[in-house]
């Protein structure tokens, strides 16, 4: 390995190999200074969601602080999705969004605490707030704009697993998906979910500020 110089900028070193490719070491812990740093954030719902739950209802938020000099990278998005009674055969899946907003902060459900990964690097996050709900968040709505990843909801008929959707950095052409300053990701139903089925969720993000 050797270290070079940027030609552009006087000071800015890069690692690279021996035909001067440049070297990136996998894992490791991130340098952040002193304010961000790197965060997860986890949820769950204990009650059902409702069999026939209309579309565009949205069950989980996170919204970046509207106040905040920075910037949240999400770099990885578990869901577990289970069935609690089964559905009908022949019946219709739903279908569920990540999906973007600004304007707004949602309101009801339960609210949750993000946790620092690092307690020796960066500082307490901004993301403003971070609920989930069973049945629907409430509040003035927000502006939605794009969305981001779906799943299908699968109509279970006799027995399941649980239903693991990833959403990382694949998902975004390698890059994790910024939020600014007021910018929130939300759960959302896309299309109503299947008429006879119940299920439950949980849900962990993991993300970084600078």
Excluded at 102 to 130: H, L
Excluded at 145 to 163: F, H, N, R
Excluded at 169 to 174: K, P, Q, R, S, Y
């Amino acid at each position: 390995m050797a270290v070079l110089e940027s030609p552009s900028v006087a000071g800015q070193y890069a690692e690279v190999d021996a035909k001067n490719n440049l070297f990136v070491r996998a894992g490791g812990v991130r340098d952040f200074a002193a304010v961000g740093g790197g965060f997860s954030v986890a949820g769950s719902v204990s009650a059902v969601i409702a069999a026939a739950l209309a579309a565009n209802t949205m069950l989980a938020s996170l919204r970046f602080n509207p106040a905040s000099s920075r910037a949240a990278y999400i770099t990885r998005i578990r869901v577990l999705i289970a069935p609690a009674t089964f559905g009908a055969a022949g019946g219709v899946a739903g279908t569920l969004g990540w999906q973007l907003f600004t304007a707004q902060t949602p309101t009801g459900g339960t609210a949750r605490t993000p946790t620092r990964k690092n307690s020796t690097t960066g500082s307490g996050t901004d993301m403003f707030d971070v609920r989930d709900s069973n049945a629907a968040l409430t509040g003035t709505a927000p502006t939605f704009g794009t969305i981001v990843a779906v799943s299908l909801v699968p109509v279970s008929v006799a027995s399941a697993s649980p239903i693991e959707w990833i959403v990382d950095m694949d998902d975004f052409n390698g890059e994790p998906l910024r939020l600014g300053p007021g910018d929130g990701l939300a759960l959302r139903t896309q299309v109503a979910m299947a008429a006879t089925q119940t299920w439950l969720y949980s849900y962990t993000a993991h993300y970084f500020e600078k």
